[in-house]
């Protein structure tokens, strides 16, 4: 009976150091640990011991017999995962990094940003004795896309959070929330009260399309969009166009697949989900019918995940279609097309929303005057470069789709960083295993771009938390830290569990994980209320 490593699957390896035969692989070390979409468990050395299922922060990881209809083709994917990467060494198998012998004396470290990188950078410091971590937010809450990203659908991901909540419980582990580097404080300020500063602040833009008409009403960023569903404070009380039959999501990642499934869910199944009150009552109005996902390229350069895919393929009451397959292109090439032609094979249903996977097209202009009432499309042509690299290049055979919600999903980029170096080319801090210099580190998609999973974010942070000790053990952390100024305090842990707790309780009475507070004032009333009142 092996288990089966299913579509929540985080990466962030605990599994790996839990299973006593090795048989969870790509595993930290290995060559294609950062790239790869999950992780997969090995049928014929499994043992079934399921100390991998313990160690799962997500509960990505069952026994085959359990598994439902909509998880059975992971079983699948797990099997041909070790056809084509036998891993036949399985030694040495992946360990905890060795708590270091660090100098006498303590080491205190500010963290901004409470997000996955964040914390699991504070988690990897505090396994040495001796050093003291303050994680900073300008959010009243921590968690950062676990919380504000995660599509409220996807609650077996956001299980992660409770990981986070080990991780802030630690000794030496201090939060200072709603306070914002640049404005409440300075890089100046961090560097006065800290040996040293890690800067976890991820991509908080996107990317723009460059199209005529982008900036009409009616066209805005995937990542607006997701933040308002999920009652970022920033972006609750946005409104958007769901008076419109079709809306055209611009991009084809697993971002782009959240929106086209909340757009297309059940409202009343989004019900019992944390999804922002002020979104699910529009969603309930919503006239949206059909969401079309728009890829420049092909399927087999499509940026969504198989795993994702499985997940989009399974879903009840609602088609998916796939337009714009290339000449040539072998409907059993990988996983993914095999996966994207037998969607194409399926028949329509009637009646039901659908999602359409269009691939081969590239948005031209958005056209409407007042608002966004139409979006020109070409159709694309592939060439492969000389490095094997694969562009689409717009033709002449263009199309006007109707719509009046248009969302750009081509990727996340951060913003410069008051007091640091930044690359606008890749939108990064230039680095060297995540040193700036010595005393200023970067973790995280500021440090690598957005890339990865929220697991992806550990091995990242122990590579900038190795270098961050090697500077201290090497006496180049020397300064005085004069601890926290009494100009910067803010609220901590208690304030944060506070907002948990009710939260969790107006869930409870909704049948619901939580009820987000969704502005500064709410959130703060609540932490005020009740942050005496110990977790």
């Known amino acids: 009976m092996p288990y089966v490593v299913t579509r929540s699957c985080c990466a962030d390896a605990s599994c790996v150091l839990a299973c006593p035969v090795n048989c969870i692989h790509p595993a930290p070390g290995d060559p294609d640990f950062a790239t790869a979409e999950m992780l997969y468990v090995d049928p ?53 990094p060795k708590q270091r012998s660090l100098p006498a004396g303590e080491l205190s470290v500010a963290v901004v940003g409470a997000g996955p990188a964040g914390l699991f950078a504070a988690d990897e410091l505090l396994r040495h004795p001796g050093v003291r971590v303050t994680v900073h937010d300008r959010l009243p809450t921590p968690y950062g896309l676990a919380r504000a990203g995660v599509a409220p659908d996807h609650q077996d991901t956001k299980q992660v959070t ?17 306070v ?94 944390d999804i922002s009150d002020r979104a699910l009552a529009a969603l309930r109005a919503s006239k949206v019918r059909e969401v079309v996902l728009l890829g420049r390229r092909g399927p087999a350069q499509a940026a969504f995940t198989v795993p994702e895919l499985i997940a989009l393929s399974a879903l009840k009451d609602v088609d998916v279609r796939v337009e714009g397959w290339p000449d040539g292109l072998e409907h059993d090439a990988d996983e993914k097309t095999r996966l994207l032609a037998q969607l194409a094979a399926r028949t329509p249903v009637e009646g039901r929303r659908r999602i359409v996977l269009r691939f081969l097209t590239s948005p031209v202009r958005l056209t409407g005057g007042d608002r966004v009432r139409a979006l020109e499309v070409a159709a694309t042509a592939l060439h492969t470069d000389e490095d094997g690299t694969v562009r689409a290049r717009p033709t002449a055979d263009t199309q006007t789709l109707e719509t009046g919600l248009v969302l750009r999903a081509v990727g996340y980029r951060a913003r410069p960083v008051p007091g640091l170096p930044f690359d606008e080319d890749s939108a990064t801090v230039p680095h060297e295993g995540g040193r700036v210099e010595p005393g200023v580190y970067v973790a995280g998609w500021i440090k690598r771009g957005p890339t990865g999973f929220i697991g992806t974010n550990k091995t990242c942070a122990q590579e900038t938390v190795e270098s961050l000790l090697d500077d201290f053990a090497a006496g180049h952390l020397t300064r005085s830290a004069h601890g926290v100024g009494t100009v910067t305090r803010a609220p901590g842990l208690d304030a944060w569990r506070a907002i948990d707790r009710a939260e969790r309780a107006a869930g409870e009475a909704q049948g619901r994980p939580r009820v987000k507070f969704t502005d500064t004032e709410s959130l703060h009333r609540a932490a005020q209320a009740t942050a005496a009142v110990r977790a």
Request: charged residues 25%.
């Open 162 to 178: 409770e990981l986070f909540r080990t991780i802030e419980s630690q000794p030496g582990f201090t939060y200072r929330l709603g």
């Open 44 to 96: 014929r050395t499994c043992v079934d011991c399921g100390a991998c299922t313990t160690a799962c922060p997500v509960d990505a990881l069952k026994p085959h017999t359990a598994l439902g209809e909509a998880e059975l083709p992971f079983l699948e994917l797990n099997t041909n995962y070790y056809k084509e990467n036998p891993h036949a060494d399985r030694t040495p198998m992946y360990v905890v």
């Open 180 to 273: 914002e580097v640049g404005t409440t404080l300075t890089h100046a300020d961090l560097l006065r009260e800290h040996h040293a500063v890690i800067y976890a602040v991820g991509a908080a833009t996107d990317k723009r399309l460059g199209v005529d008409g982008e900036d009409l009403p009616g066209s805005a960023s995937a990542t607006d969009f997701v933040a308002w569903y999920n009652g970022h404070p920033d972006r609750a009380h946005d409104d958007y166009p769901l008076d419109t039959e079709r809306a055209v999501v611009v991009g084809n990642g697993n971002v782009a697949l959240d929106i086209a499934r909340i757009l297309t869910a059940d409202p009343e199944a989004l019900a019992r989900t």
